[in-house]
């Protein structure tokens, strides 16, 4: 073989080493930037304000691990964390039983019209949240929610079922409808075919489901903001970041510690629920 030939031969796997090299670093880049704050807020939440003040990005040369006890006590952080929990839990379990059943009945049940229904309710999705708020809040006075946990609850419900029923849905769609038909000529009525035969199947969807759902209701901020100032009683954790204030001004070391124990259970859940988060997204590309 020539040498033209083969450096024509080499070139495409020249060409290929440099991109994975390349795609590497740019990975280790984007991660390096994602998790540096997180080790930042981490190290700010054991300094006191002189050290954070003298030596921002060091060490600390003391963990003072008190200050988490002084954010969930002092700064109120266990009461919030309490109503986030009862909100987000409650939101996430609801919307995935309704979503799944709707889901369902849109794929296998032979609704007239189900595509539109579904292009439909995707595209409430679209609306920006800002500009309901005022009606919204209007709405939850009159049905007397305000004041109340429910306040929360139905409005993320209301969010989250549009997307949760899309992604249901385009996974219901590769079940092959002669696994129902089977299910059905043994005696199983539709609720058990749904229960026992179809659910176990998707449990991608549930993982993704529950994971963006958790992420976006535990860390939205606007209108947890506007529900709590009918009542202090329903304050969640990101709101409650800003009531976080000491007699002299910003505690850093106890803020720092009540964003690292807003961030744990989210990432709690994302490992938990990795393997199959990413094989449902996956899935849901290559058969949607």
Same mark, same amino acid.
């Given at each position: 073989?020539?040498? #033209?030939? #083969?450096n024509k031969a080499a070139s495409p796997f020249a060409s290929s080493k440099l991109m994975t090299i390349i795609s590497r670093v740019l990975t280790i880049i984007v991660?390096?930037?994602v998790i540096y704050p997180i080790i930042f807020v981490f190290l700010v939440s054991f300094k006191d304000n002189a050290e954070f003040f003298a030596n921002v990005f060091g060490l600390p040369e003391v963990w003072r691990w008190y200050?988490?006890? $002084?954010?969930?006590?002092?700064? %109120?952080i266990g009461r919030f964390a309490v109503n986030s929990v009862i909100v987000t839990v409650t939101s996430v379990v609801v919307t995935g039983v309704m979503s799944a059943l709707a889901g369902y009945a849109l794929s296998k049940l032979h609704i007239p019209k189900a595509d539109l229904i579904l292009? !439909?309710?995707?595209?409430?999705?679209? !609306?920006?949240g800002i500009s309901i708020f005022i009606s919204l809040f209007r709405?939850?006075?009159a049905m007397?929610?305000?004041g109340t946990r429910w306040m929360l609850i139905w409005t993320y419900i209301a969010w989250s079922i549009p997307f949760s029923i899309f992604i249901y849905k385009k996974f219901f769609d590769t079940i092959p409808q002669g696994l129902i038909e089977a299910a059905r000529v043994d005696g199983s009525n539709e609720l058990q075919t749904f229960l026992r035969v179809i659910l176990p199947l998707v449990h991608p969807a549930t993982a993704t489901v529950m994971v963006f759902n958790f992420i976006g209701i535990w860390g939205e901020f606007m209108w947890a903001n506007i529900a709590s100032s009918?009542?202090?009683?329903? !304050? $969640?954790?990101?709101v409650g970041l800003l009531?976080?204030?000491?007699?002299? %001004? !910003?505690?850093? %070391?106890?803020?720092?510690?009540a964003i690292v124990i807003i961030v744990v259970p989210l990432m709690a859940v994302f490992i938990y629920f990795q393997r199959y988060f990413i094989q449902g997204l996956t899935a849901g590309s290559v058969k949607g």
């Amino acid at each position: 073989m020539s040498s #033209k030939a #083969k450096n024509k031969a080499a070139s495409p796997f020249a060409s290929s080493k440099l991109m994975t090299i390349i795609s590497r670093v740019l990975t280790i880049i984007v991660s390096l930037t994602v998790i540096y704050p997180i080790i930042f807020v981490f190290l700010v939440s054991f300094k006191d304000n002189a050290e954070f003040f003298a030596n921002v990005f060091g060490l600390p040369e003391v963990w003072r691990w008190y200050n988490y006890v $002084t954010a969930w006590v002092d700064g %109120g952080i266990g009461r919030f964390a309490v109503n986030s929990v009862i909100v987000t839990v409650t939101s996430v379990v609801v919307t995935g039983v309704m979503s799944a059943l709707a889901g369902y009945a849109l794929s296998k049940l032979h609704i007239p019209k189900a595509d539109l229904i579904l292009g !439909i309710l995707v595209g409430l999705n679209f !609306i920006p949240g800002i500009s309901i708020f005022i009606s919204l809040f209007r709405q939850m006075i009159a049905m007397g929610l305000s004041g109340t946990r429910w306040m929360l609850i139905w409005t993320y419900i209301a969010w989250s079922i549009p997307f949760s029923i899309f992604i249901y849905k385009k996974f219901f769609d590769t079940i092959p409808q002669g696994l129902i038909e089977a299910a059905r000529v043994d005696g199983s009525n539709e609720l058990q075919t749904f229960l026992r035969v179809i659910l176990p199947l998707v449990h991608p969807a549930t993982a993704t489901v529950m994971v963006f759902n958790f992420i976006g209701i535990w860390g939205e901020f606007m209108w947890a903001n506007i529900a709590s100032s009918a009542s202090t009683a329903i !304050i $969640t954790l990101p709101v409650g970041l800003l009531f976080f204030r000491g007699e002299f %001004g !910003i505690q850093w %070391g106890p803020f720092a510690a009540a964003i690292v124990i807003i961030v744990v259970p989210l990432m709690a859940v994302f490992i938990y629920f990795q393997r199959y988060f990413i094989q449902g997204l996956t899935a849901g590309s290559v058969k949607g």
